[in-house]
Structure formats: C-alpha cells, structure tokens
C-alpha cells in the first residue's frame, strides 16, 4: 500500500502564495538580469513595446539575450529557431521529469504552472517532491515570482539600464549558476546521482568545445537524462 500523501499532487492558493514569498530574494537577482536585457535590446533598434511583449510572452532570458545577437535589418529565421530551440531544449526533460506529479493535474493547470517554468522553480519543486513534499506552489508561485521580476527588471532597463551596462564585472552573472549548484549538492548523492552528473557535464563540455554554440546545453541534458531513464532508481 502506497503512503505518499495525496496532497502532494494538489495545487491551493496557499501554496501558490507560499511559493511566491519562497522565490522573492532570487528573484531580486532575475529583476538585475531583466534590466540588462532591456537594456540591451535598446540598442539593437527594437521599440518598447516588443521588448516588453517579449519578455512578457517568452520569458526565457538565455534565448532572448540570443536572439538580440542575431538581430538585425535581416534577420535570418533559421539560425534564429535553432538557436532559441537549442537553448530551451532543456525545457523538454525539465518537463518529463514533473510528469509524474503534474498529470494529476487537469490540464489547464498543468499547462499553466509550465508557462512559468524556469531552471530555479523546477529545481526547488523537484526537491520538494523527491522528498515527499508537494512542490507545487515553488513551481507556479515561484515561477510567477520570477515572471514577474522578469518583466519588471526588463521595464526598468529601458529606462534605468544605463546604471548597470556589465552585470558580469559584478558577478551577477553567476547568481542563477550558484544557485543551481546549490540545489545539486542539497539533492540526493548516490553513485547513480554522481555517474549521470559526470556524464553530463562531460559530454557538455565535449559539446561547448567541438559542437556549434550553445549546443552543449541540450547535449548534456540529453547525455545525462538518457543514462537515468536506462539506470532506473531502485524503488523500496
């Protein structure tokens, strides 16, 4: 008989709120990364009003940020879909590895939380889970947390953006890759959990150096989520 407690498949308004407040202080950091990219897409020529519905709709900072590089008076469709599917292809095993609490889900919530997935909120959510907790509050409470930052950051970098024109010589840069570090060490260690890690970094790495940029992303992922599906965790 099964003693996972059911509500860890229940989405409430508690949670949700819990989630929120959960995500506030990174979320600090994200409104920073907004600005920058506001910022930037100035410069590239592109008016208020599509920065915003950008950010807005798309909500994925790494393949924005990307797309100003390929911008242009011509812009050239096919490297542009391939560069921003690449980039988000993660996106995809992020997904598949909440299957198993979002199907309990109807789907017009389960579509909902993932419009606001991002690395933070699915790598506290899964946690939560992993421990027999519902994470689903950190997940949509949390992602519309950083959405919201998302959006505000990027408002204030058409406006205020020139204050911060190199996040990176702040270290800024490294907050979100701290972060998640963090959630990798906090999780659980076992010798399934460190082979598919190193697999995973290797084979990104390989792909960072002899692959087509920003290749190494969806590689490691793929490297690393195809050793788990074939190495099964031992169910007690």
């Not at 008016?47 to 008076?73: P, R």
């Not at 050239?76 to 921003?84: D, F, K, R, W």
């Not at 919530?109 to 899964?126: E, G, P, Q, T």
């Not at 598919?196 to 150096?209: D, E, Q």
Request: charged share 10%; hydrophobic share 55%; net charge neutral.
């Amino acid at each position: 008989m099964s003693n996972v407690n059911p509500d860890i498949y229940s989405l409430s308004y508690s949670q949700v709120w819990s989630g929120f407040k959960s995500l506030l202080p990174i979320s600090s950091f994200v409104v920073i990364f907004g600005a920058a990219f506001g910022l930037a897409a100035t410069q590239t020529g592109l008016d208020n009003s599509s920065i915003m519905l950008m950010s807005s709709f798309v909500f994925a900072g790494a393949s924005q940020f990307a797309t100003l590089e390929l911008w242009g008076v011509q812009i050239s469709l096919i490297p542009l879909i391939v560069t921003v599917f690449f980039i988000n292809a993660r996106h995809l095993l992020m997904g598949a590895s909440l299957y198993p609490w979002l199907r309990h889900l109807p789907p017009i919530k389960r579509y909902s939380i993932l419009l606001v997935i991002s690395d933070a909120n699915w790598a506290l959510s899964l946690q939560a889970f992993n421990r027999g907790e519902s994470g689903m509050g950190l997940l949509f409470g949390g992602g519309l947390a950083l959405w919201l930052a998302w959006v505000l950051g990027t408002g204030l970098g058409f406006y205020f953006g020139n204050v911060i024109h190199h996040p990176a010589l702040l270290g800024l840069d490294m907050v979100m890759a701290c972060f998640l570090l963090a959630m990798v060490v906090g999780g659980q260690k076992n010798l399934r959990i460190l082979i598919i890690w190193t697999i995973a970094a290797c084979s990104s790495l390989l792909a960072y150096w002899y692959l087509p940029e920003n290749s190494h992303v969806v590689v490691g992922a793929l490297f690393g989520g195809i050793v788990g599906i074939f190495w099964k965790e031992k169910q007690l």
